[in-house]
């Protein structure tokens, strides 16, 4: 297996941040300083311009890129490298004030003032045409320097525009997808209810808060159309960059589980997918090892939307965030801890916001390695510069990749879909919660599951979990038929397959789309439970799993029932079903689970799952997790002890790049300590 170096001229992983010296420019000894404490902490790179516009073109047509070009020879002679942005996060107030049309419209229509960030209006001719200036600019003077390893794309895209050149293009969109025939429209939308039936485009609206709001397909397809222009205007800047200098290649920094936007349409017109992670530790909700578990599950799906290239961590905070609900420091050693889960998911990348603390304005009090004090005589750079050492070390494991055999599937517009529809408990829906709590389960039998899109390739994996796929398009379940038609095992959940992609229900009972066949089972009803409910199910061995929120009534037609309900009127109904596909060692198993219960009393299925499919479990000891990374050169174990306490974990044998030393079947983890075991 090839290794796939994002950057050959750093050679091992990426270890920097963002770096705002237009902040400073008048502080030529803080400047010089800055790339002293730089190459003290082991930063290797920095992103460089993110929100510059204002001082790269302070007027219109007024360049200066001198600032930058000596900043970026001055890293470079000292061995540091830059990931150059485009300045489009955020305008100049002279650009609102002669073009105000480049400013964003809210969803009553109204026009937004100048200000923030991303307060533009991606279809604007106007601001489009600024941008491209700005973005030509830059990649003629800077583009070609040797110290520029790669673009960065604005940055954190979101967010919605409601004005007449958005609501125009959202009229040419849904003109084009439905053939220039507002009758398939109509069909589609449902819009002989409640007399919404449209006699032209022209006549459709964005979803206004205080205008048409009730019509599923509507709303819905607004959420593809943002998507869709937000990838039409970064393929923009990527296009007018690229027609200067080709060959840099390209990123954008994606959030997290964010819902404005699909990154599934985004991801393919990256050269590398990269993300801002900011999980909340030291909460008072749950434990650190959960925490630290949801954040595994981030960097999956991360990781997943370019399975065969590693990520990038592009930002992450040294220290503590001055956003969050409460603003809570790091414990020493989580820092290290969190970067090196960040590289064992898959990420050659460990990179900060910010460099160094701004003196004003609203992140003044966000962390950063360098503090208001200015110096290296801090907890938090000690900690950056650990863990700048470290990557040195486990350097060999850079260009390596995570091959997961098992994956769970997630899909933006189905998330959309669930959130929309008036069905079901309005506060209880909690798609992503299902999501997420099934894949930590899995990482605790030491899975480290990607996390796909129904509709992509599933030939790679064996193991596949679907929780709440209420939206399934043909695609989806042609591939759900075929995954386990060559031997795959799948776990479907409740609120599986109820609507087409225009979110048209299934005639014919549910799951639709042919998938009846595949479970063997028919929805005939689901029930919402409040809170206070009470109902479960019986397995055949007699363990009990508790159901809340939601249970489905099924009908068997051609499925072995595993498990049964215990109370109500539906008690003794079939809850856990089977059907078996295929003969011998490549029979594949399509499971309904109709109820929803905690995912770790599943645990026994998930194993079950697993061995039948061939997949070593290997359970962790508490708290701890365990990753791998594969490349040419062998297998790179990662072990995290995500508890404040002395692990041992058995069975361990190779050399720990972190440590230097031979393990040879115990390796003793301290508190929040982590191993790189080259097996």
């Not at 959940?493 to 109820?498: H, V």
């Not at 998938?515 to 061995?541: A, Q, T």
């Amino acid at each position: 297996m090839e290794k796939k170096i994002l950057f050959p001229r750093i050679g091992g992983f990426v270890h920097g941040g963002d770096y705002n010296p237009d902040q400073w420019l008048d502080r030529p000894d803080i400047l010089e300083e800055d790339v002293c404490l730089m190459k003290k902490a082991g930063v290797n790179s920095v992103t460089l311009g993110v929100f510059s516009w204002a001082a790269c073109e302070p007027v219109e047509g007024e360049f200066h890129f001198e600032w930058m070009e000596q900043i970026i020879d001055n890293l470079y002679q000292n061995g540091i490298y830059t990931i150059l942005s485009t300045p489009s996060g955020a305008r100049p107030a002279w650009l609102d004030e002669r073009y105000p049309e480049a400013m964003r419209v809210d969803e009553r229509g109204v026009r937004n003032h100048h200000g923030v960030r991303h307060n533009h209006c991606m279809t604007s001719p106007e601001y489009r045409a600024k941008v491209a200036v700005i973005d030509r600019k830059l990649a003629e003077r800077l583009g070609s320097h040797p110290g520029v390893v790669m673009y960065h794309i604005s940055n954190e895209f979101g967010g919605e525009c409601y004005c007449p050149h958005c609501a125009q293009k959202f009229r040419e969109y849904l003109a084009e997808k439905f053939d220039h025939d507002i009758e398939k429209l109509n069909k589609a939308w449902w819009t002989s209810f409640w007399s919404h039936h449209y006699n032209s485009f022209e006549q459709i609206e964005p979803p206004f808060a205080n205008g048409e709001t009730s019509v599923m397909g509507l709303n819905l397809e607004w959420k593809r159309f943002t998507t869709w222009s937000t990838d039409d205007f970064m393929q923009f800047e990527i296009n007018t960059l690229h027609s200067v200098t080709p060959d840099v290649p390209v990123t954008a920094n994606f959030m997290q589980m964010f819902g404005g936007l699909d990154y599934r349409k985004l991801a393919p017109h990256l050269d590398v997918v990269s993300w801002d992670n900011y999980p909340t530790f030291h909460n008072d909700q749950e434990t650190l090892a959960e925490t630290f578990a949801e954040t595994a599950f981030h960097h999956a799906m991360m990781r997943s939307l370019k399975r065969d290239v590693p990520f990038m961590m592009m930002e992450s905070a040294p220290g503590l965030v001055n956003w969050h609900r409460v603003n809570k420091l790091k414990r020493p050693g989580v820092h290290r801890l969190a970067c090196l889960q960040a590289v064992a998911a898959g990420s050659d990348s460990v990179q900060y916001f910010q460099w160094r603390k701004g003196r004003g304005s609203y992140e003044q009090f966000h962390g950063a390695v360098v503090d208001h004090s200015g110096g290296e005589d801090t907890r938090v750079f000690r900690e950056v510069a650990e863990v700048g050492e470290i990557l040195k070390k486990i350097a060999p494991a850079a260009g390596t990749v995570v091959k997961s055999r098992a994956a769970l599937l997630f899909d933006w517009d189905n998330r959309w879909a669930i959130w929309d529809v008036k069905a079901l408990g309005q506060k209880t829906k909690n798609y992503e919660k299902v999501c997420v709590d099934i894949w930590k389960e899995f990482l605790k039998l030491g899975i480290d599951m990607d996390v796909v899109g129904s509709d992509e390739d599933l030939s790679r994996y064996d193991v596949v979990a679907a929780p709440m796929l209420y939206m399934v398009t043909p695609r989806a379940a042609a591939n759900l038929k075929a995954f386990v038609e060559r031997g795959g095992q799948l776990l479907a959940t409740y609120f599986t397959g109820y609507v087409d992609e225009d979110q048209l229900c299934f005639l014919g009972g549910f799951p639709g789309e042919g998938l009846k066949s595949l479970f063997g089972v028919v929805s005939e009803e689901i029930d919402s439970l409040y809170p206070s409910d009470r109902n479960g199910i019986v397995l055949k061995d007699g363990s009990r799993w508790e159901v809340r929120d939601y249970a489905e009534i099924l009908k068997v037609v051609d499925a072995e029932v595993l498990g049964t309900y215990t109370e109500d009127f539906y008690a003794g109904g079939a809850a856990l079903t089977c059907r078996r596909l295929g003969e011998g060692a490549s029979r594949g198993a399509a499971y309904y689970m109709a109820a929803r219960t905690e995912s770790s009393a599943m645990v026994p299925l998930f194993e079950k799952m697993l061995t039948d499919a061939g997949i070593a479990v290997r359970r962790m000891p508490e708290g701890v997790e365990y990753h791998v990374r594969t490349g040419e050169e062998g297998v790179y174990e990662f072990y995290l002890n995500c508890s404040g306490e002395t692990v041992r974990v058995e069975d361990v044998r190779g050399l720990d790049l972190v440590t230097g030393n031979t393990v040879n079947g115990s390796l003793v983890l301290d508190g929040y300590g982590v191993a790189v075991v080259r097996a």
